[in-house]
């Protein structure tokens, strides 16, 4: 965070040369910006077209992409000591095909406030409260709190504007936490009425978000990153712990995969029961399955692969165009690799010249450590087939880099939690 917060102050001094406005300024320190906090700011002229020079050019950044937009700019930056930062430059306040508050409005409430110009705490309300029932949201509590902490005549003065604006018939603050269609009416029919909103300025707008859409489509920054590793490894552990990074730290969505798409259920879901099958798979240990039957376990096999297969289609369109992170708690390389884990008689050659039909997720991390740490954290596995595995799959990683120039496979010994999660987040930094 410290090279965060020393950025931020330097963006504001090479604001001042820009007719800017800091959007939803609760007043704080903003040196003292939450990690989970980004900066929203407003441009009405559009000139952002030299900040990307501008972030070339600072120490602080190791290296940041922008994403362009009809009415907005933005910019994900990435410090050198892992700490991030989000950037929206918009150029009018728009939702879809409606402009619900107008840029003359905002630059008719200009203030300066410890030094950042902004607007006043009325422009701030209407923004935010339009922006969120709009959305079908009510009041944020961080800003039922900055309000209802004004005095009690700047509360009712407040209520009264808006009231007498919009028709709508708040009595407290607090009544705006909760999204309401009476009030969303009221605000909207408003809002269409605005000159900004006319017939065929909202087309114009409508076409402009359709473009928007699809180039979203197209340009998705969804990653599809995977954990393997021997069981006692800490790859759960690990796991939940990035997530929790990429989720507050980096503002990702997160989605975890337990093993492959799961489109189909496992396959003793056909004589338990969704329910049954799945309770009975968490309680059985891996590897103490008594299959050694080929034929079998290759029709096992090929039905998993067909999961996989037809799942990947499933997880790219759902999560990965939609801008999710995609984790996956083990993946395909267990079937190369630690076929017996799964209850399976398998030649490793099948499943990984098979490998070559499924999408190659973006990071691949297999996690290992020396036997004797393992065993103290899980015996279930000696030490001499957590040392041949442990082999297996750093040979398959390092067979598979050696044929891609798009996907990461990482081989990372997981000692200090620390030391790996710092790994993990300049990895994920090199494909954000």
Known sequence: MELRNKFIPKLFTWLNDRAYYLLKYLRHDLSQLAESSDLDILLPDGEDHDLALWLE???????????????????????????????????????????????????ANKQIVNGVVTY????????????????????????????????????QFLLDYLNAKYGTTFVSFSQMADWNMATHKKLLIYVRRLPENAPWKRFKHALQYAINTLKDLFHSRGRIITFSGVDGAGKSTILEAFANILRKRYRQKVVILR????????????????????MRSIQSLPRQGKNRNKLASLLR?????????????????RYKMRNYIVLYDRYYFDFIVDA????????????????????????????????????????????????????????????????????????????????????LVRQYIRIA
Do not use: C
């Not at 496992?266 to 338990?272: D, E, F, P, T």
């Not at 998993?304 to 790219?316: A, E, K, N, P, S």
């Open 301 to 317: 096999f090929a039905y998993y692969f067909i999961d996989y297969l037809i799942g990947q289609f499933y997880v790219l369109m």
């Open 120 to 155: 006043s705490d009325l422009a701030m309300l209407e923004h935010v409260l339009l922006f969120n029932y709009l959305n079908g949201a009510g009041l944020p509590p961080k800003y039922l709190l900055y309000y209802m902490q004004l005095p009690q005549a700047r509360q």
């Open 259 to 278: 093993h492959r798409p799961s489109l189909l259920p496992i396959l003793s879901a056909w004589i338990y029961g969704k329910k049954n099958a799945e």
């Open 340 to 423: 017996r884990r799964t209850n399976l008689e398998l030649e490793e050659w099948l499943p990984k010249w098979l490998y070559r039909f499924l999408f190659e997720p973006d990071l691949n991390i297999f996690l290992y450590a020396d036997a004797r740490l393992i065993r103290a954290r899980k015996r279930e596995l000696d030490a001499a087939t957590i040392g041949e595995l442990t082999h297996r799959y750093k040979r398959l990683f390092e067979d598979l880099s050696g044929k891609t120039d798009h996907a990461i496979y990482l081989p990372v010994e997981n000692v200090e939690m620390e030391r790996t999660l710092d790994t």
């Open 57 to 107: 050019h600072q120490p602080e950044v190791l290296t940041f992409r922008m994403r362009r937009r009809s009415y907005m700019t933005q910019a994900f930056i990435f410090f050198r000591d892992g700490s991030f930062l989000q950037l929206d430059i918009l150029y009018k306040l728009i939702r879809k095909d409606l402009v619900y508050l107008p840029n003359r409005e905002v630059l």
